[in-house]
T-cell receptor
Framework: AQSVSQHNHHVILSEAASLELGCNYSYGGTVNLFWYVQYPGQHLQLLLK??????LVKGIKGFEAEFIKSKFSFNLRKPSVQWSDTAEYFCAVIGSGGSNYKLTFGKGTLLTVNP | KAGVTQTPRYLIKTRGQQVTLSCSPI?????VSWYQQTPGQGLQFLFEYFSETQRNKGNFPGRFSGRQFSNSRSEMNVSTLELGDSALYLC???????????FGPGTRLTVL
């Protein structure tokens, strides 16, 4: 069964600090990987995605993630966080082979950025 | 382009009742997925539909069901509501299902 594990439940940072959120997945095949963000009171929205190619992907608002196939990881990074990055972040995986169609999410990491 | 819309946005029901939630995908998207979001369990996959066919289903009891219409709009139904069904129900649409999913605002269901 596919699963996603996010290492941190709650991360608290000061503005300008660097961010790295861990994500590991389990799936018996090739995958598409996503990071979604949920700002307070808003819809889930896509931060970035990995389908194939360059394992370092860049998303919106200065976020990036690196896919390390050997470690089944897809960690999210940002060099300098802002107060407006306060939100809940979700890592998600879906099989890319066209027979799964089940997007599985991690439990989420709540990021609090103090001004 | 209009986003994913869900109706109603809020619902209050009592135990034992049933409820139907509606989702209109982005125009041109044929895949619709449903998720349950709770503080304890996070986001859990309910089911996915494509061209009126259910292609995958999550680990939920048979009280949870869904369907998709020929215009790609989807409904989910929960019968015999339990207190534990209180949650935010999210709908997402995508072109094919394995790619990027676009989420609606959700329906907040409260079961009393």
């Amino acid at each position: 069964a596919q699963s996603v594990s996010q290492h941190n439940h709650h991360v608290i940072l000061s503005e300008a600090a660097s961010l790295e959120l861990g994500c590991n997945y389990s799936y018996g095949g090739t995958v598409n990987l996503f990071w979604y963000v949920q700002y307070p009171g808003q819809h889930l929205q896509l931060l970035l995605k990995y389908f194939s190619g360059d394992p370092l992907v860049k998303g919106i608002k200065g976020f990036e993630a690196e896919f390390i196939k050997s470690k089944f990881s897809f960690n999210l990074r940002k060099p300098s966080v802002q107060w407006s990055d306060t939100a809940e972040y979700f890592c998600a995986v879906i099989g890319s082979g066209g027979s799964n169609y089940k997007l599985t999410f991690g439990k989420g990491t709540l990021l609090t950025v103090n001004p | 382009k209009a986003g994913v819309t869900q109706t109603p946005r809020y619902l209050i029901k009592t135990r034992g009742q049933q409820v139907t939630l509606s989702c209109s995908p982005i125009s041109g998207h044929r895949s619709v997925s449903w998720y349950q979001q709770t503080p304890g369990q996070g986001l859990q996959f309910l089911f996915e539909y494509f061209s009126e066919t259910q292609r995958n289903k999550g680990n939920f009891p048979g009280r949870f069901s869904g369907r998709q219409f020929s215009n790609s709009r989807s409904e989910m139904n929960v019968s015999t509501l339990e207190l534990g069904d209180s949650a935010l129900y999210l709908c997402a649409s995508s072109l094919q299902g394995a790619g990027e999913q676009f989420f609606g605002p959700g329906t907040r269901l409260t079961v009393l």
